[in-house]
């Protein structure tokens, strides 16, 4: 079974910073595009920031700046860095990856979501 295991979340002060964690396990022929996500309560679902397997990075524009996504094919891990965190970035985030899982299937598999909570 392929899953998408994350880390990190909890509460934390304005100003502070949380590192999130998204672990990929099962059997997976090789990693694709790898993002996080965020949803805030009465709102969509927004992108946060995206990493390509080239390391192509793309972000929010309210989170450029504050943010930082990287990964680690060895460990099939993506991590968001996030510094000097405001309570606007409250929200739960969920981790989102396009594996190759066969030779002939690819799918994009997501995260069960962990809460950031930023008090002020």
């Known amino acids: 079974q392929v899953q998408l295991v994350e880390s990190g979340g909890g509460l934390v002060q304005a100003g502070g910073s949380l590192r999130l964690s998204c672990a990929a396990s099962?059997?997976?022929?090789?990693?694709?595009?790898m993002g996080w996500y965020r949803q805030a309560p009465g709102k969509q679902r927004e992108l946060v920031a995206s990493?390509?397997?080239?390391?192509?990075?793309n972000y929010a524009d309210s989170v450029k700046g504050r943010f930082t996504i990287s990964r680690d094919n060895a460990k099939n891990t993506v991590y968001l860095q996030m510094n000097n965190l405001k309570p606007e970035d409250t929200a739960v985030y969920y981790c989102?990856?396009?594996?190759?899982?066969?030779?002939?299937?690819?799918?994009?598999?997501w995260g069960q979501g962990t809460q950031v909570t930023v008090s002020s």
């Open positions: 989102n990856a396009d594996l190759q899982v066969s030779y002939h299937s690819t799918y994009d598999y």
């Open positions: 099962g059997s997976i022929f090789s990693i694709n595009a």
């Open positions: 990493i390509t397997s080239g390391r192509s990075t």
